[in-house]
């Protein structure tokens, strides 16, 4: 099999995590990164550094040509409707109804500018709850003023 | 002016909102609720329960009548296009390139479910960085497991 | 023929099912669930529990691997246009036109909250009748209210 | 206020219902017909037999004229994309899902046709549930088969 | 060549009738069906009851595994967006424009219901005409009155 | 009121018509056309002949400057997305599965062309059948050859 | 290769054309039809008559089974949405901004009627013309007037 | 009545030119420009020379404003989706079937390059035949040349 | 007239202009900033600082209440869908064709990131060309560089 | 490998431009091309003249038919919706947001008209600055005036 594209490289990295019986969170581990960020450019979605491509070669035993495209710039393609899977769709239920709320927030904060999803990172985490065991979601992202000029 | 729906309630809490000078923190603190559901509920997105609408009719001088609406479930509406505003795109982008990563996690770390998006909470707060300062987003919501039956 | 995914799994139930001369409802009655279950797991719409997994396996002589796949969460992708099938567009017509009704309905028994479609179950049925036989179709799910905080 | 079509009763019809202080519940019982089919009739999207118009229109003190248009028939404009209020969204994620089982149960139990969303009835009912109450909907049409000719 | 689905089996149907020079008009009158049904049913659009599906199997020399094929139920997928072919086209622009015509005078002369799509049949036939021939199509569909509760 | 459009008219025809308490086909007949055409002209959808326009004025009693209107080229706008309304919907219910099949016997019966929708007529009747009553919907177009060149 | 359908006859005919030196206006010629027309049929957008189908396999030396599939009248599928590609948007750009236009002029010259698309013909020719050479575009349709009964 | 727009101005011109019986060949002649180009104008789809401009408000006796409106450049705002009224969608039906072809003559004539919509004319004219009369449109466009560098 | 939003202003702000005469070079000139960014901040897509706003009051002798709305931070709503404007269009054809272009080059140049849209500047300007005169449009973002985690 | 079309040469590029560590701007260097014209002619979104065909042939070792290949006429298909990728994505939100801006200084600076994409040039380069780095984008495209005639 020929590694082209990151398509093909996720595919092998599904295939060897499931056959080595990891876990998202014990690969990044292993790699020195957060299982977010792991995972998003596993699924071809972020570019690695070069030392963390070989790394995750290396803890998966994939062949070496994977790591040039691990490092590769992706092109981001994502679903402009709103996806159906109901644990991604209440994400968008979330930022549907709250993303205005959000944008006052910010302004009211910053000023007139945005969040970056550039220079940006996340983490989700189970937190125990006699109620019933909750999702936490945190989202971190530089503030970015708009220029006048 | 006649109070009919939460539009119209909106367009009046903007407006004595305006006129008073206050923030949303502000109006949040005073009915000892959270900027982020304050924000939401002034909008229209969220019921608000009986003794806060109450208590934000008083620190706005709204209309007594203006409490009753407050209080009724809302129908929220929101674009299912992707937003323009480049404050709130850029949470789409966010969504939309970790979304299946939220879920991967989601399922490893809890079994086949989602996180409530109505069992849920968000906070959003400015935490300042040498590098420029930075926008924290948090949210929580109950993890909900699928019934098999 | 390797099964790499879902997809695979109910191209071979359905197979065996045509070859087994079985019924939906024959399938159900064997692995203890209800028939509505059922088929959406085999459909890959629901995750099968392990034992189910294997009695499934059992029932129709499916390749062991199967099990495995049927346990995994699924990524619920369906239709987001109202689909063309008659038998099925019927259904999104009752929900189109009595969608508002149930909302209204809800919140005047419950309050302000949703019906969930994950702690949700469902049974499709035949009843008798003198004019022409009638579907009965009957849908629960657990009531979940809005958090305010 | 000239009344010209069946938007124009709604807006009345929920004005007056207001201020009377009643139910859905409460109307319905009150002209005899079901709770889902009154509200849907008064959001005009069914017609009202003579005798049930005229009945509404004494519960409701509504103008004479009222009667008139609430016999019509009317044209059933609905949404066709998912619409986004939640409560309502989840009817159409559980269609979208369980769409194709219940179209392969009602072949299996009636061979070729569908469930009539014209001779139709449906019932929303609350049910006790020490695990938390559910929403029961249940719903019965007319089994059509498909014509050969 | 395994025969697996409705699709299969039509594309077997064009290639045999192609090769024994058959009209549909032909192959109708052979198994005693209508043009409009038997075309439609080879299409994979309608379900053929147990004799007719043998029957065309005996006409077309199709493999014997066609006819249980044949007698399955399908599911019927047909362009949502209007289709550009000029001969379809027009009926769509037909039903555009006298579509709210046909349901006025339905209502005029029925009542509050609909022409049922499902106890229906169809035909389409050649009048010759001086001033060019024309196409006739006649409808007859079965009037389903909506239910009352 | 000043008429300035087709659909001033219509507005005046619906209300003058509902006043006078009569029919599609009571209109129809007085102005000596079909009770199809002439509703789809009273709706602004087919321009009327002077004679028939004017004979439309004296029957309703509009006032007379409607009669040049009527006259008017109509701007025919209909709904490109398939309509919801049940009685409609089914239409194109019917085309969607049919047109391929109309299609496939207008070539058959006559070579490479189209039934025009121009050159046009239609008309809708009630036909009573013990097992319920039936709506029969015929058309007739001038059947058109492509022009080679 | 065997031949199965117009897509199949296009690849071959672009295939031999190309091998064979030929411009469209040169096989146009020969079998002495118009480069609009033979170019549009050859992309499988319009039936060829018998003579002319042959005629365009001995030109290009197709296989003899490609002339009876020239004959068949074709699907016409073409973009719904405005193509992207420059030199045919700008067609696209001329029927948006211009359309009304030509409207008004057929309405203001003939009545109540359109401009054939079937009993149609189109020529391109190239003008010369000192400030750079122009497209000049000739279209020639049937007027077709409007049928009232 | 303020002029404020080029919609004004439209409203206005047709108004005028309804009570002076004009036609848009009159008017266009007494301006001395074509008809094609004169009603595409008075739509607001092309700027008026500040002569023209003057010269249609003498002809029509519009306010004086009218003609500084007239001068401005228009924001060309059309359909994108395909128009249903039968004159106009003819013409899509013949771009978008004839679309690829005459981009393959304009290529086959000139080189990569396209037919400009800017540096454009076109015109609609009445063609006597004894077949029935024809609608002739003739359209011509600069050909531009695509730039390398 | 009650100023309440950035719409109110940019109307009242094109009065104003055209009354005075002024062109947007010259307001920009007069308040000390870019045309680019003046106009964009007149349409309502940019934040003023304070002291620009003023500037601009005084400039156009715009009313006080004014330059509190045009520091306030806009909601930037812009057509998802391409628009028809040839001007605008032209941007987007260029945008369509070149992007992966400017994509590749970026990602070469700099590494994984983006050009800003927000730490943004752009200028249009007229550049004298014996063959025809040339717009020039020159962007210049800070580059942004993808955070790893 | 067969080369038949842009995608195929594209894909050939790709590889050997890999296999040979070659930058786009290193490439366009050694056809005496600009990096913008040369990567977008590479990706098949212009036609090459002959010599710069031939010269890339050479400097990437192609095989020989595909210089034929580059000199074709492309066909331009983009994304009509606005991508996702964010450094693409960024590119429309300018034009988005400034696109009015643009046409109303081009009115401003030329009259009636518009920038050409056709006789068009375009540059991307990397400034320093201790800010951070900037991307600049210079475009260069032909007035074109709109013709009255």
Redo the contacts between chains.
């Keep these: 099999m020929t590694l082209e594209n990151k398509e093909d490289v996720t595919v092998l990295i599904l295939k060897f995590k499931r056959a080595a019986g990891l876990?998202?969170?014990g690969i990044a581990e292993k790699i020195g990164?957060?299982?977010?960020?792991t995972?998003?450019?596993c699924?071809g979605?972020?570019?690695?550094?070069k030392d963390?491509a070989e790394a995750l070669v290396k803890v998966l035993a994939l062949p070496q040509e994977a790591a040039l495209i691990l490092e590769e710039?992706p092109?981001?393609?994502?679903?402009?409707?709103?996806?159906?899977?109901?644990?991604?769709?209440?994400?968008?239920?979330?930022?549907?109804?709250?993303?205005?709320?959000?944008?006052?927030?910010?302004?009211?904060?910053?000023?007139?500018?945005?969040?970056?999803?550039?220079?940006?990172?996340?983490s989700?985490?189970?937190?125990e709850?006699p109620?019933?065991?909750?999702?936490?979601?945190?989202?971190?992202?530089?503030?970015?003023?708009?220029?006048?000029?």
Tied chains: 1, 2, 3, 4, 5, 6, 7, 8, 9, 10.
């Design positions: 876990t998202w969170e990164m957060s299982p977010v960020w995972h998003s450019a699924m979605m972020n570019a690695m550094p963390k710039s092109t981001k393609v994502w679903e402009q409707r709103v996806p159906t899977d109901p644990c991604i769709y209440r994400l968008y239920e979330i930022v549907g109804v709250y993303g205005p709320t959000i944008k006052a927030l910010i302004h009211e904060k910053f000023g007139d500018g945005i969040m970056s999803a550039i220079d940006f990172d996340m989700v985490t189970r937190v709850n109620k019933g065991d909750r999702v936490k979601i945190e989202m971190s992202g530089k503030y970015l003023a708009y220029n006048s000029w």
